[in-house]
């Protein structure tokens, strides 16, 4: 009896990992991380510098890096890359938007438009973007066990971005 008691309470520990593993942020049927980070008192235009070194030093991608300011100091924009573990003969990785603000002593970023990138050798590359990786989601099946696998793998690297930019604010 205390077997089964321990298998069914080893089954619901389980199944409440697995759920929370599950961070993906959706908001309108689109992947979109927000947040604000309190940030040291500096000018606007150091932190702002700040930033874009920090998230200059965290893309696979730097040829491809393009980062814009906006006609306000205190705005960073940039098109992001961040390559997934290979998969078959295939190389994965996702682009994304990276939006940041400083405003009365915090950095407020906004990070979405994604889009996963699959480049096949001698084959054009395939974009997906988030709205229908979602709706890959919704199936059944080793479609959406690879879409899920995706996910997952880019949620852990947008945390870890996060937590880069976080972590930089701080020194």
Not at 63 to 72: D, F, H, L, V
Not at 100 to 123: M, Q, R, W
């Amino acid at each position: 009896m205390m077997s089964k008691v321990k298998k069914v309470l080893l089954v619901v520990l389980m199944l409440c990992k697995i759920c929370a593993a599950q961070t993906i942020h959706v908001e309108e049927e689109n992947i979109i991380y927000k947040g604000t980070i309190p940030v040291p008192v500096a000018p606007a235009n150091e932190l702002i510098s700040r930033i874009n070194k920090i998230v200059g030093d965290h893309i696979d991608d730097k040829k491809n890096y393009e980062m814009r300011t906006s006609s306000e100091p205190d705005t960073l924009a940039c098109i992001n890359s961040i390559k997934l573990s290979n998969s078959n003969r295939h190389l994965k990785e996702f682009t994304f938007r990276v939006e940041v603000a400083i405003e009365n002593g915090y950095c407020h970023y906004t990070i979405d438009s994604f889009y996963l990138v699959e480049k096949e050798p001698a084959a054009k590359p395939v974009e997906t973007s988030a709205k229908e990786l979602l709706k890959k989601m919704e199936s059944s099946g080793p479609v959406a066990a690879a879409t899920e696998r995706d996910l997952n793998e880019m949620d852990m690297n947008i945390e870890k971005f996060i937590d880069f930019i976080r972590n930089g604010m701080k020194e």
